[in-house]
């Protein structure tokens, strides 16, 4: 029992590993929940990298997709994200775009856009929101993911 729980957990670190290619250019990319349409399904990632200017400390946020194509042929995916600054922000468009998503496969996290921010006094929370459409389809629901917009 306990070796199929630990060659489990070692299976799903192997493929969370092999799920995060190097075009990410993110020490760290934190996905949420996942939604799907059509048999097109994604996960909202985001990053979050610390940089100086001068004197001020900066942000600058990520967001990502990782997207599934369960189908039985490769299909264009259309994805758009949009962030805010969850302590009274609003909903600001950062990207958008299209790829080709081969049959059975996933791909990803794919960078939508980013945003720079300062570092307030307050470690506000930055979250992103995502959603897919096969081309010709539906929107999905959203799927987000969020951080604190300055941790160290």
Same mark, same amino acid.
């Given at each position: ?15 969370? $590993? ?30 979050? &990298? ?36 969850? &302590? ?22 794919? &960078? ?14 930055? &979250? ?9 389809? $539906? ?14």
């Amino acid at each position: 029992m306990k070796l199929k729980r630990l060659a489990a957990t070692a299976g799903a670190a192997l493929l969370t $590993a092999l799920a995060l290619p190097a075009d990410a250019q993110a020490a760290a990319v934190a996905c949420g929940g996942a939604v799907s349409t059509q048999n097109i399904g994604a996960q909202g990632c985001i990053s979050a &990298e610390r940089w100086k200017d001068g004197r001020v400390f900066m942000r600058n946020i990520t967001a990502h997709a990782v997207i599934t194509n369960s189908r039985a042929h490769a299909s264009y995916v259309d994805y758009e994200a949009y962030f805010r600054i969850r &302590e009274g922000g609003h909903w600001v468009k950062l990207g958008n775009g299209r790829t080709v998503v081969q049959r059975r496969s996933t791909i990803g996290p794919i &960078e939508i856009g980013n945003s720079d921010r300062v570092c307030g006094p307050v470690n506000a929370t930055a &979250e992103i929101r995502v959603h897919v459409r096969p081309a010709g389809g $539906a929107w999905s629901n959203w799927t987000g993911a969020a951080t604190k917009q300055c941790q160290t």
